[in-house]
């Protein structure tokens, strides 16, 4: 069975970072994107950036350009998300999707694969 793992959320001060993984189990991301989306309570979930099978980076939310970059390790099939300075508007379920597919999307319906979620909370 083809599934994604999230982990690394938590609570973090404002200007703090963390460091989200996704690891694939049952498959390997080589020949996969992989999307970081979130949802935020009564919101819809939204694409925050994606990595192409061709390592391309995708950013779908200005408000992260700078601060949050995404990173593959083919070795471990896990791929990161390094999320710096953050703010209380991050505050979300963060979810990991993949499919195999060459190009990015930040269309959550594009995705077969998803992880259960990770929550980060960041207090204001």
């Known amino acids: 069975e083809k599934q994604v793992v999230e982990s690394g959320g938590g609570l973090v001060q404002a200007g703090g970072s963390l460091r989200l993984s996704c690891i694939a189990s049952g498959f390997t991301f080589d020949g996969y994107s992989i999307g970081w989306f979130r949802q935020a309570p009564g919101k819809e979930r939204e694409g925050v950036l994606c990595?192409?099978?061709?390592?391309?980076?995708?950013y779908y939310l200005d408000s992260v350009k700078g601060r949050f970059t995404i990173s593959r390790d083919n070795a471990d099939n896990t791929v990161h998300l390094q999320m710096n300075s953050l703010k209380p508007e991050d505050t979300a379920v963060y979810y990991c999707?993949?499919?195999?597919?060459?190009?990015?999307?930040?269309?959550?319906?594009?995705?077969?694969?998803w992880g259960q979620g990770t929550q980060v909370t960041v207090p204001s």
């Open positions: 990595l192409s099978s061709a390592d391309g980076t995708t």
């Open positions: 999707a993949s499919e195999m597919f060459d190009y990015c999307s930040g269309e959550p319906d594009d995705y077969d694969y």
